[in-house]
């Protein structure tokens, strides 16, 4: 068995991403960033953002490295650059500019790609930790085996958290998505100044 999949990598591989994209936590700024949708909206921009998110962990875990190391771009400049730009989208869900931008451009604007799929989904942290992961493996098909079905597994659960979602907004109603918004615009807000200052952090120990 260990020879066709390395469960312990498996289980290592999908505990770790599993708590950095976190599943249950994408529900409420989920709704937030789709509240203006209808629930056939809703549930096409679930699987849209979850196969973008899929797409970049993968692009990344099989190139990442050589991008970056082309582009001569760091880790934590990535870090940074992913923290500043869900800032702005948490002022957004925070100011109510969010579903304004929502309701005027209506389909126009598609945050099933950004900032929901990348890089609220596949953000730096788990991008950061499937190419370690890979960077780590002894490159056998056991150890690919393992990766992959682990990234599978996290966004099939990411689909399914979104594709309830449904039911929690007939629960709450407009009223309290609006308030579920609110407090999703400022945890995300604390994610983002977390991500800022990590890759401060790590600026000023590779100086």
Known sequence: MSEILDARLLAS????????MDPPGTVP??????????????????????AVALGVIV????????ILSYMHISLAALQASGGLLLLLVAMELLTGKMEEAQASANDKVNVALVPLGTPLL???????????FVKQSDGSAADWVAIALAVVAVHVCL?????????????????????????????????????IADAVTAFVQAA
């Open 13 to 20: 591989v999908f505990i770790t991403l599993f708590v950095i």
């Open 29 to 50: 700024i989920f709704l937030g960033l789709t509240g203006s949708m209808t629930r056939k909206q809703r549930n096409k921009a679930a699987w849209q953002a979850v």
């Open 59 to 66: 692009s990344f875990a099989l190139f990442g490295q050589s």
């Open 122 to 132: 596949a953000g730096p942290g788990a991008i950061v930790a499937t190419m370690v």
């Open 159 to 195: 689909w399914l958290a979104m594709r309830f979602a449904n039911v929690i907004h007939r629960v709450l109603k407009d009223s309290g998505v609006i308030l579920v918004t609110r407090i999703a615009g400022l945890l995300l807000a604390a994610i983002a100044v977390q991500l």
